[in-house]
Every structure is written in structure tokens, then in C-alpha cells.
């Protein structure tokens, strides 16, 4: 459904003396989402989980510039197919009710979104969607402030799901919310992805997306370092592949709970070779030489030279 192939992101910058300078926060992101699949998107703040999802929307900032290539159903995803796209084919989840529009009551925005996407009758679908996700019909006479958190999550899932987009993104969908309610908006992009379309989870809790996702890409520092089924997150991590995943997959509190010493490079201050090198465990002087590539390793994918197949 879904294929990035090295895309990289830069943004243009002015510091004072209006010198220009420009930052690369995302350099190397390569992943697919297949129909009918779950991919979870983890990864540290800055990592380049949100940019990716903007850069598949059409919807960076005009300071930005995208290199690579983005691939939907077979073709290659230009600006103005993303634009033709964009809330039909492709839906956005976003991370907050503030992306509602504030003084418009919440079900004229369901049926907004629904007319959108073709809906011969946005109000039945509306209704259809409300009843589906546990809205009241007079839920949707709310303006988004009115809503509590559970609800706001239900009217943004609804704004997604009431089209027949076939790639949903969902950016961040969770925090801050009641567990409940994280489970219960877990549940539904599961039932998304179940009903055949692809779904992009982008989350930096690593344990929810594993309750729900297929596969899980990892980013850090801007590049997918692995992605790996899910099964593989077991036991004391053996079945991982890249250090940073295993370290990540050790530091939740049902397992050994240590957190990684030291801190993601920022885009400005990026190490040679490979990202991961000055916190890894496993580092060697071949290590700094050059980036590693992406490769396929054991049923899944590698960024680490290391990494035995
Ligand atoms: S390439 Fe080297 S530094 Fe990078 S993750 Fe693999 S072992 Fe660690």
C-alpha cells in the first residue's frame, strides 16, 4: 500500500545575521505498510516519526524539502496526488482534539470529512460511524471543547474511518489519554487494519504498539534502524536485530526496566558512520567508517553491520 524508499528531509534556516544553514532531521527512512497490516512506527522524540507522516500527507512546512521517493498503491506519491489523496485515500488521525475546528459542532466535521471522501450521504455515514465508534446521535450537536478525552478520540478515529481511505495514519494517538481509553483507541486501529485497510501507528510507547501492530519500524536520529515482526519482542530480546532496538525493548518496566546512557544526536551534531555508535555496546572503529545500510536480516530488516543474517 505504502512504500518509502530513502526519504530524506531538510529543513532551509536563518540564523541571525539571516546567514542560511539547513538541517536534515530525517536522512534514510525506508519502510512499507502492507494492506490489512498494523505497522507500528516507535522510535524517540525527534526521530522523525511525525515528519514522516507529514511528508506521506503532502503537509510540511513550506521551509522544508523532501528527497527520496513515496510510493501509494503502485505509484509514485507527487504533491499533487497527494493533494488529490489527502482525507479520501490517505486519512490522518492526528494527536490531539485541537486539530478539530473549535467553533464547528463535532458531527458537521464527521460529515465534512465524509463528503470529503465521496460519501453519497455524508449524514448516514456520520451517524453510521457515530453508532459504530459508541457516539450518541446528540454527540454530534458538541463542539470539541464539550467533548472528555475518550470521546474527542472517538470523534478524531470517526473523522478517519467514516471514508474509505485505505492508509490511515495515526500520529500519536495515545498520550496523555486514561489507560481505558488508550485501549480502547488501540482496539480501533486494529479493527481498521483488520477490515483490509493499512494502518500507521506513530508512537513512542513502545508496549502499546506492540499490543496491536504487525510489525514495528524503529527510527532513530532520522533513520529506520529495524523493523521486525512482533513476535520477535520476546524473552530477553535475542530475536532483535539492531542494539538500539534490544535496548529499547529491555528498558520497559516489565523487563529489565535500564534505560540506554547517553542521548540521540541532534541533526545539527551527527556522528560518521553509524548514528548509533556512541551509545552502542557493541561499536568498533568499522562501525564510524560509514553509515550501514538497511538490509534484510532473519525475516526482518537491519540498519548494522554487526547483525549476523
Ligand atoms: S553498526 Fe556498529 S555501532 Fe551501529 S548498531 Fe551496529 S554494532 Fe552498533
Redesign the pocket.
Known sequence: MLSVRNLSITFAMYEAGLRRRAITPIAGLDLDVRAGELLGVIGASGSGKSLLAHAVLGILPSNASAAGQIWFKGELLTPARQEALRGKEIALIPQSVGFLDPLMRVGRQVRRAAQLSGASSPVEAQRRIFERYGLRPQDARLYPFQLSGGMARRVLVSTAAVGQASLIIADEPTPGLHPEVVAETLRHMRELADEGRAVLLITHDVGAALTVADRIAVFYAGTT?EVAPVADFQGDGAALR???TRALWRALPQNEFISLPGAQPTPDDLPA?????PR?????A???AAR?ELRPVRGGW??????ES
Not at 273 to 277: K, M, Q, R, V
Not at 302 to 307: K, L, T
Open positions: 534502524v539492531h542494539p538500539y558512520g553509524c548514528l548509533f555508535a552502542c555496546p557493541l561499536a568498533t568499522e562501525c564510524r550501514p537491519a540498519r548494522c553491520i554487526h547483525v
